[in-house]
């Protein structure tokens, strides 16, 4: 399984975009990138997925340049309730299982 | 319905106790996992049920046995736990194992235990 890192913390405004990048150095061909959010006492919830290039939902987008060695999940126009740790993990899914291994994350606090 | 439910909320017992924690979830998923989550630490995985059968064992303590009786429900039987077996245990669900790509999981709320 691939490793992640990403960093500690990072702190924003309100209303300012935010780019967390993770760099997975061994990142295998058949494995993807995903992120999850967690708020405290809460459990990680699926913010999105990526296997090349750009992907963008409702609420992120995910950029992964040619090499995949790192990827960037990026927060446009955050608020207060996106203070939250931020996981980016690396792995595939027809292993025959699937396995969830998280990193450290990133504890983004968006201050006002 | 994409939710997860776990209950107790909060369970404090003691090291000669025996208890369970429990899981639902109502969305068809035939892959189910129980992590376990340390004060500001990420979720550790503990076991993965496939279809109603163990897939995988991250090597947990024989006090910690879980049981999955239907496709719906998964248990997390506890016994003689130790002080620092307590952490904010998580149950989520998803589609299946396998796939091309990881399929999306879904989390609990968890159940925080306190072993005294």
């Known amino acids: 399984l691939a490793k992640t890192t990403q960093p500690i913390s990072m702190d924003s405004y309100e209303g300012q975009e935010v780019n967390i990048t993770c760099s997975h150095n061994n990142i295998a061909t058949n494995d993807y990138i995903t992120w999850y959010q967690q708020f405290p006492s809460q459990g990680p919830r699926f913010i999105i997925q990526?296997?090349?290039t750009k992907v963008t939902n409702e609420v992120a987008s995910l950029f992964i340049p040619a090499d995949r060695k790192s990827s960037t999940l990026s927060l446009p126009r955050v608020s207060l309730s996106d203070t939250a740790v931020y996981y980016c993990l690396v792995g595939a899914g027809n292993t025959g299982f699937q396995k969830l291994v998280f990193g450290t994350g990133t504890r983004l606090l968006v201050s006002p | 319905d994409t939710e997860v439910t776990q209950t107790p909320k909060h369970l404090v017992m003691g090291m000669t106790n025996k208890k369970s924690l429990k899981c639902e979830q109502h969305?068809?998923?035939?892959?189910m996992y129980w992590y376990k989550q340390k004060a500001k630490k990420p979720p550790e995985l503990m076991f993965v049920?496939?279809?109603?059968?163990?897939?995988i064992n991250e090597s947990v303590p024989s006090r910690f046995s879980p049981e999955c009786p239907n496709s719906s429900l998964l248990n997390l039987h506890l016994h003689a736990l130790q002080p620092e077996d307590s952490a904010l245990y998580l149950c989520?669900?998803?589609?299946?194992?396998?796939?091309?790509?990881?399929?999306?999981?879904?989390f609990g709320p968890g159940t925080r235990l306190t072993v005294t």
């Open positions: 969305m068809g998923h035939r892959a």
């Open positions: 049920y496939s279809y109603e059968k163990l897939s």
């Open positions: 990526g296997y090349k």
């Open positions: 989520a669900s998803s589609q299946a194992l396998g796939g091309t790509a990881p399929y999306e999981q879904y």
